[in-house]
């Protein structure tokens, strides 16, 4: 699987866009970009996931360039809530190769 | 279904002890991950099974790690002769082989300190 490259902490004003960025220059034409966040004590959480088009689901929404190297991950109206570690995880999509997480980035939205 | 479950939550442990998690995960959910995550790390992936059968093997995973999945629902992993570096977070994630699109859902996790 293809590494990923992400900065170690941002910051973020409660209810401003939080705009994640993931640099993973080396993807392949089947591996498929995902995103998963970790709250503190807890486990992670699968957020979203996508190939070539950008993508939203009611959490987030998934920018990915046209020349699929690098790749953002939106969200739209941040809360305290959303103060997480966030991954960003490059994978072939079937299946069998399990998810390999990096350090990733850690959100900290400020009130 | 309240998602994956993993018992105990914490666990102290004397070093050289055996020590045995559990996890149960989504009923429907035929793979199941067990990752070990220490502080500042992302989890790093230690095995997992579809149904009964383990199909993959970290090489973190030495001798004294043991993993079963004996009918293909719940499953232990088994610590023999814990030692400090083994004090981690260890997490239990379950999804549907056929439907990897959308994700892992993972539990909560086993806290292990080993003094």
């Known amino acids: 699987d293809a590494k990923t490259t992400q900065p170690p902490s941002m910051d973020c004003a409660e209810g401003r866009a939080a705009n994640l960025p993931c640099n993973h220059s080396?993807?392949?034409?089947?591996?498929?970009v995902y995103w998963y966040r970790q709250i503190h004590s807890q486990g992670p959480q699968y957020i979203i996931h996508?190939?070539?088009n950008n993508e939203t689901n009611e959490m987030a929404s998934l920018i990915i360039t046209e020349d699929r190297k690098s790749s953002t991950l939106i969200l739209p109206h941040a809360t305290l809530r959303d103060t997480a570690v966030y991954y960003c995880?490059?994978?072939?999509?079937?299946?069998?190769?399990?998810?390999?997480f990096g350090k990733g980035t850690r959100l900290s939205v400020i009130a | 279904d309240t998602g994956v479950s993993q018992d105990p939550r914490h666990k102290i442990t004397k070093r050289g002890q055996n020590v045995t998690f559990r996890c149960d995960p989504i009923?429907?959910?035929?793979?199941l991950y067990w990752y070990r995550q220490t502080l500042g790390q992302g989890p790093e992936f230690l095995t997992y099974?579809?149904?009964?059968?383990?199909?993959?093997k970290s090489r973190l995973l030495s001798d004294r790690f043991s993993a079963e999945r004996p009918k293909g629902s719940f499953s232990t992993l088994e610590i023999q002769r814990t030692e400090q570096g083994d004090s981690a977070m260890y997490l239990c994630?379950?999804?549907?082989?056929?439907?990897?699109?959308?994700?892992?859902?993972f539990g909560s996790g086993t806290r292990l300190t080993v003094v």
């Open positions: 080396t993807i392949s034409g089947n591996e498929y």
């Open positions: 994630a379950s999804s549907l082989a056929v439907n990897a699109n959308y994700g892992y859902t």
């Open positions: 995880i490059v994978r072939y999509n079937s299946g069998n190769t399990p998810l390999v």
């Open positions: 099974f579809q149904n009964e059968a383990q199909l993959e």
């Open positions: 009923s429907e959910h035929n793979r």
């Open positions: 996508g190939l070539k």
